[in-house]
């Protein structure tokens, strides 16, 4: 590093002669790069008759749902139901929670 720093003359192009030519590239796609290659269109959704979830919301997601949720109130999110005295946002969450309120959707 110190002979970088004690260099004081103009920089040129032939200062940086490490640099090595690649003129034996082949930038050409190979042919057999097609065959491998699966163009999905992203606007394809899945039909729903082909998922098999059950309807009842695991514990993890109920957790994570809450937690979530929690979080974006105590970050002064919109509260999707009537507050009667509470201001616990995870207590609120729950209250969304049952009142089916809450702005999230579980993707499974």
């Given at each position: 590093?110190?002979?970088?720093?004690?260099?004081?003359?103009?920089?040129?192009?032939d200062?940086?002669?490490?640099?090595?030519q690649?003129?034996?590239?082949?930038?050409?796609?190979?042919?057999?790069?097609?065959?491998?290659?699966?163009?999905?269109?992203?606007?394809?959704?899945?039909?729903?008759?082909?998922?098999?979830?059950?309807?009842?919301?695991?514990?993890?997601?109920?957790?994570?749902?809450?937690?979530?949720?929690?979080?974006?109130?105590?970050?002064?999110?919109?509260?999707?139901?009537?507050?009667?005295?509470?201001?616990?946002?995870?207590e609120?969450?729950r209250?969304?929670?049952?009142?089916?309120?809450?702005?999230?959707?579980?993707?499974?």
């Amino acid at each position: 590093m110190a002979e970088d720093e004690d260099y004081e003359g103009e920089m040129e192009a032939d200062d940086f002669g490490d640099e090595e030519q690649m003129d034996d590239l082949d930038l050409e796609p190979a042919e057999d790069d097609t065959e491998r290659i699966q163009v999905v269109e992203g606007s394809e959704k899945t039909a729903s008759t082909e998922r098999v979830t059950t309807p009842f919301m695991t514990k993890y997601e109920r957790a994570r749902i809450l937690g979530t949720r929690a979080l974006q109130i105590a970050m002064g999110a919109p509260v999707m139901v009537e507050l009667e005295g509470e201001t616990d946002p995870l207590e609120i969450a729950r209250k969304e929670l049952k009142h089916q309120k809450i702005p999230l959707i579980v993707r499974r």
